[in-house]
């Protein structure tokens, strides 16, 4: 088992400018510990650092510039342990993805911490489903309103996330559908029920990122559910009736 505390005091020790922000992360929690917030643990804090003071790097923070190349350097040595590499990979797993907006960052990772992460991209790239890609890229051909949400998607991300985009789209369509654009949602319902039950990656991301987050039929935007056609509103029904 890995020794949180052991690595904890060696990160502030090799990085004693990360203390003041450590510091600030329990305060934080002895504040709100009753309304159930976690403890912050040496891996949350790297996960918060990660995002944080690459940030603060990109936006040209000396200071910031000066902490992440120790914070990489502690991280470099401690890869070298097969015990605390998991806290290394954690860290870097959460670093811009080659070819992503500030991946200029990765110019900075030793050769350890650039294995992590090159073996972190091969395992993302193997998930990711061409089904799924695929039928992004018939949502934006095909759906024209659509069509620059889906690419600035394609190019904010290396490997495109369907259920962010699908999900993504709910409360726009709802609206519109609502406000009276019902024939410009239509192509986009006939479209969704076309792609349905012809493979189960897409069906997933439908499934549950469409017919799952449309509103219940108290709420706002409900009448789009008499817009599904026969598959999508069978599915939003057996959702509808599900049961643990």
């Known amino acids: ?58 936006e040209g923070d000396a200071e910031a510039g000066d902490r992440l190349r120790a914070l990489l350097a502690f991280l ?16 870097v797993s959460c670093l811009p993805d080659p070819g992503e907006r500030d991946s200029a960052v990765l110019d900075l990772l030793g050769p350890r911490l650039r ?8 395992r993302d790239d193997e998930s990711v489903s061409p089904a799924v890609v695929a039928f992004l890229h018939r949502l934006a051909d095909e759906i024209p309103f659509l069509r620059q949400q889906v690419l600035e998607h394609f190019e904010e991300y290396r490997n495109p996330l369907g259920h962010v985009v699908v999900g993504g789209l709910v409360p726009e369509v709802c609206a519109r559908y609502a406000g009276g654009e019902v ?7 006939a479209f969704l029920e076309r792609e349905f039950e012809q493979n189960p990656d897409v069906d997933n991301v439908i499934a549950v990122s469409f017919v799952e987050m449309l509103p219940s039929p108290d709420q706002p935007g409900a009448g789009i559910e008499h817009a599904l056609g026969p598959k999508l509103r069978a599915e939003l029904d057996r959702q509808r009736t599900w049961h643990p």
């Open 1 to 58: 088992m890995v020794n949180e505390r052991g690595f904890l005091r060696r990160l502030l020790k090799a990085v004693p400018a990360l203390r003041g922000e450590w510091d600030r992360a329990r305060a934080v929690y002895e504040q709100n510990r009753g309304v159930g917030l976690r403890a912050p643990t040496p891996g949350s804090f790297l996960i918060g650092l990660a995002f944080s003071t690459v940030h603060r790097w990109v």
């Open 76 to 91: 470099e040595n401690e890869a070298a342990d097969p015990e605390t590499a998991e806290f290394a990979a954690r860290f």
């Open 115 to 122: 294995e992590l992460k090159n073996e972190q991209v091969r």
């Open 183 to 189: 024939e410009l949602i239509r192509p986009l319902l």
